[in-house]
């Protein structure tokens, strides 16, 4: 394989993660060795996930280099990785390792075992040239599909396939979602799933034109600017009794705060934003009871999921948005994401040499 894989590379690397944390691209960052089932992969491009936001503002811990949705090819493979992965193209997610033994596991959700290890919390990240894997978890890319088309279907499309998942059994063709947050990374693949892939009816709620668009384009049949004006109030006119369910994809708290009032009794809310660990959602537990509500979440998806939502992409239902920026563009982009600024999801072109 590639021989020329270099000591150091380059890497954005956030520095004093807190209120006033920065992320700082450096070009002497060790390049790291796979160990025992690990690969190493040289990246093309990685996604740039809204819930980065929170290693920067030091919500929790992460390692200093984060990013989850990252393309390459394997150029290196550890004792006892599968060397038929040596040479090929593969998804690097946020799920880096699962304990493959408890009941989650067990059930095909390694997504959410208690012991699983993350990419860019517990191990480096995405956003470097060359990331370490475990060869178990990553996602073959099939041919056909471009990587920068790929690369946000790793956190962003799996995810809500995840959320919108929880919805079958319970929600039929002509049924009313809401998607909170219906114009970013997350919440646009969402509703091309639910309206495309589902056959439910859309409103998507977020605010400004761009994302008006992007919601409108990708399936929604409304769209709600929630910064002009009483948003149950034109859900409740659009759905009569409110929406059958509700995906919060905005990490908002005010947006977790609306969601009982806007869907109607037996309604599920399902959880998908990270707003700060201390943040609870408001709800009386007699509201619960009273109107039947059930409210579930999702951490990203399974395996199975990951393959659905790539041959959703390869058929051409499911088309992220992407906007493709450099490298060098990572700190301006976070501090867009951090201000809701990004419509749709932004994916950088991972440099190929040391001074690229
Ligand atoms: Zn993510
Ligand atoms: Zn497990």
Not at 163 to 183: C, E, R, Y
Request: net charge negative.
């Amino acid at each position: 394989m590639d021989l020329q894989i270099p000591l150091v590379q380059q890497a954005a690397v956030i520095e004093d993660p807190g209120p006033g944390g920065r992320i700082l691209l450096r070009g002497d960052v060790s390049v790291g060795e796979p160990g025992v089932h690990e690969i190493l992969v040289k990246l093309e491009v990685s996604g740039v996930c809204g819930s980065e936001i929170r290693a920067l503002l030091g919500w929790s811990s992460y390692t200093p280099i984060v990013g989850h949705e990252g393309v390459g090819i394997v150029v290196k493979a550890g004792a006892d990785a599968d060397d038929s992965l040596l040479g090929q193209r593969v998804g690097v997610k946020w799920l880096y390792s699962a304990c493959t033994q408890c009941s989650a596991c067990n059930r095909g959700f390694p997504n959410n075992c208690g012991r699983q290890l993350n990419t860019g919390r517990n191990v480096r990240g995405t956003l470097q040239q060359y990331v370490v894997a475990d060869s178990r978890f990553v996602t073959r890319i099939p041919d056909g599909l471009a990587s920068e088309v790929a690369a946000p279907l790793l956190c962003a499309g799996l995810t809500m396939m995840g959320a919108i998942s929880k919805l079958d059994g319970q929600l039929g063709p002509g049924d009313w979602l809401v998607i909170s947050g219906s114009g970013g990374g997350l919440g646009h693949i969402g509703v091309q799933i639910a309206a495309k892939v589902k056959g439910f009816r859309v409103i998507g709620i977020d605010s400004g034109e761009e994302k008006r668009k992007l919601s409108i384009e990708s399936g929604a049949s409304e769209f709600i600017d929630f910064a002009e004006g009483n948003v149950e109030h034109r859900v409740k006119e659009i759905t009569g009794e409110g929406a059958h369910a509700i995906v919060v994809v905005s990490g908002s708290e005010d947006a977790f705060r609306a969601s009982p009032l806007l869907v109607r009794n037996m309604g599920i809310i399902v959880c998908v934003g990270l707003p700060a660990n201390d943040f609870n959602i408001p709800i009386p537990a007699s509201l619960c009871s009273a109107r039947a509500l059930s409210i579930t979440g999702v951490a990203v998806g399974s395996e199975g999921q990951m393959e659905e939502i790539l041959e959703h992409a390869l058929r051409g239902d499911i088309q992220p948005s992407i906007q493709i920026l450099d490298f060098h563009d990572i700190p301006q982009i976070l501090d867009q994401l951090k201000l809701g600024g990004v419509t749709g999801r932004v994916v950088v072109r991972i440099p190929s040499g040391i001074n690229s």
